[in-house]
């Protein structure tokens, strides 16, 4: 049997899991789930601010990504039927940003396909921020690939607070995954924002064939970047990649899931992201009170997510201000 009371009472004394005390949850047993969703919904109690933490995102460049990501529809390499077009213009930019600051959503991020943003369109991207910073009212994220130390001052001096670069996966099951970077190649990154200033965004994507220890992997990898903001997607199977007829997790396994994020990163923002619309009503209630404290609203990239009004009811339901 795990020792849940045990470790959620090292937790809130201040102490954090070992690895080992952390793989040990996947021995969890079927009545012991309601004990670890309890626990991880009291240590967000006390380490989470009320306060929720929403953002949103614009696809500012699609589709024609060299990267060959088995989850992705902008990989070049599969066909999907996505819309693909080049850098979205200024006007589109501030358009969106200021329909989503009047929706009160507090960050906006743009995010491009390929292999990272460079040249030209890197330079034109932080005109746009210069803009947004000039505007005011929203935090300012980025997602653009894999950045040097050179790229990412540029994004950081145009307004970039945060920068965003998810792991995806376990180290142990990134391979089977992608073939053209590696999660050490993220994590170059990320600690290159951190270097010029940034705080940083990374998480991961569940239910591409992992096993629940290479889902707990992941949580204890992030340890290695301390990220302030986890987003936690849930796999959308897109027609055309090699995905595409994945079985989807169960709910009650999505849920273990954020309740063993939790435990790891006791004072993250757990941030929901693509796939929970999919998840019923209950579920992501559950989700918030257990430990999703953030949110990407509206749409995510190439899926459609949710409306914001209907997340702003179920965020005050599941016990946040918004």
């Excluded at 929403?54 to 088995?70: H, L, Q, T, V």
């Excluded at 290159?192 to 940083?200: F, L, N, P, S, Y």
């Excluded at 970047?225 to 989807?248: D, F, K, M, R």
């Excluded at 019923?280 to 990239?301: F, H, K, P, V, Y």
Aim: glycine residues 8%.
């Amino acid at each position: 049997m795990v020792r849940i009371e045990e470790l959620k009472n090292k937790i809130l004394e201040g102490g954090r899991l070992t690895a080992d005390e952390a793989l040990s949850l996947c021995g969890i047993e079927r009545d012991q789930y309601g004990a670890l969703l309890d626990a991880a919904e009291e240590i967000s109690r006390a380490f989470c601010p009320r306060d929720f933490d929403s953002c949103s995102i614009i696809n500012a460049r699609s589709g024609k990504c060299p990267e060959n990501c088995k989850w992705c529809a902008q990989s070049a390499h599969f066909k999907t039927n996505i819309d693909t077009y080049p850098l979205v213009s200024r006007e589109e930019c501030l358009k969106m940003a200021e329909a989503n600051r009047k929706a009160g959503i507090k960050r906006f991020s743009l995010v491009t396909s390929g292999r990272k943003m460079t040249g030209k369109d890197l330079e034109t991207v932080c005109s746009y921020y210069r803009d947004l910073k000039r505007e005011g009212g929203l935090g300012l994220c980025a997602s653009m690939g894999l950045l040097d130390k050179e790229e990412l001052s540029k994004l950081h001096e145009a307004g970039v607070s945060r920068y965003h670069c998810n792991l995806e996966a376990a180290p142990s099951y990134f391979s089977t995954l992608c073939t053209t970077h590696t999660v050490e190649d993220k994590i170059c990154t990320i600690r290159a924002a951190k270097e010029v200033g940034m705080d940083v965004c990374s998480g991961g994507i569940i239910g591409m064939g992992e096993t629940r220890r290479q889902r707990i992997e992941l949580a204890l990898e992030l340890l290695r970047v301390e990220p302030a903001s986890i987003p936690i997607n849930i796999l959308c199977p897109i027609p055309g990649t090699p995905l595409e007829n994945q079985e989807p997790l169960d709910e009650e396994e999505v849920l273990l899931t954020l309740a063993f994020f939790r435990m790891i990163h006791p004072g993250a923002t757990l941030r929901f992201a693509g796939g929970r619309a999919k998840l019923s009503r209950e579920t992501q209630l559950r989700a918030l009170r257990i430990g999703m404290n953030g949110s990407i609203m509206g749409d995510m990239l190439t899926t459609i997510g949710s409306k914001v009004e209907d997340d702003k009811r179920l965020i005050a339901e599941g016990g946040y201000r918004y």
